[in-house]
């Protein structure tokens, strides 16, 4: 099957505790991004990135790194920087950074802090 | 911030035309417009966009005003399995390339 798999779907952490989400992606996609949607909101942009060993902060980075070592590997680490970081997580994909292509998403991980 | 303004919340009745409202006053010449939608816990999937003319595709139609301050999404006939959060959405100006910027959209309510 081509597409983004997202993983885990439903993720618990402690506070102060550093966690990684996966997004892994077939498509051969250049572009790649980490979005954050909080309960009846839009999505924010957290990190993106146009190319492998790439990448750039979005509008809410604070709290969050990245890696881009793959093509096809997106991870989003949540640091105990993240002050809030109960959250659905939002992975998407572009064949290039062109604005005028489709994003496809994968189905989120919701993560919780207990 | 996001540049499109929509309604928060649309009903329609199954199997009748839904309009989607988007104003864009500050939309550039070279900006095109984009269609997500977002079903309950699931990410958003692409639905149509455009640039000036009109455009259709298999799941909807796609009509811009012709100053392109405004567009309006057309579901033909509308089904339960349409019940989601529509985005209207433009090309990042402020700076992440080919980034989207999601507004809070507009949640429709399909009524059997």
């Known amino acids: 099957d081509g597409g983004i798999t997202q993983s885990p779907k439903y993720l618990f952490r402690k506070e102060g505790q550093n966690v990684t989400l996966s997004c892994e992606q077939n498509l051969n996609h250049d572009a790649m991004y980490w979005y954050r949607q909080d309960p009846g909101q839009g999505l924010r942009l957290i990190y993106y990135?146009?190319?492998?060993?790439?990448?750039q902060k979005g509008d809410i980075a604070e709290g969050y790194s990245v890696s881009r070592e793959k093509k096809e590997s997106f991870p989003l680490t949540v640091t105990s920087a993240q002050k809030n970081p109960t959250a659905f997580y939002l992975c998407?994909?572009?064949?290039?950074?062109?604005?005028?292509?489709?994003?496809?998403f994968g189905q989120g991980t919701r993560l919780t802090v207990v | 911030d996001a540049k499109t303004t929509q309604p928060n919340s649309m009903e329609s009745n199954e199997e009748e035309p839904v309009h989607l409202p988007c104003n864009h006053s500050?939309?550039?010449?070279?900006?095109?417009i984009h269609w997500y939608r977002q079903l309950p816990s699931q990410g958003p999937e692409y639905v149509i966009h455009g640039l000036t003319s009109n455009v259709n595709n298999r799941m909807a139609s796609l009509a811009i005003a012709e100053d392109r301050k405004s567009s309006t999404l057309i579901l033909h006939r509308a089904t339960l399995r349409d019940a989601a959060v529509y985005y209207c959405?433009?090309?990042?100006?402020?700076?992440?390339?080919?980034?989207?910027?999601f507004g809070k959209g507009t949640k429709l309510s399909v009524k059997p």
């Open positions: 998407a994909t572009r064949p290039r950074a062109n604005r005028n292509t489709e994003a496809f």
């Open positions: 959405i433009l090309r990042d100006v402020g700076g992440s390339q080919g980034n989207l910027i």
């Open positions: 500050t939309i550039s010449g070279t900006d095109y």
């Open positions: 990135s146009q190319i492998v060993n790439d990448f």
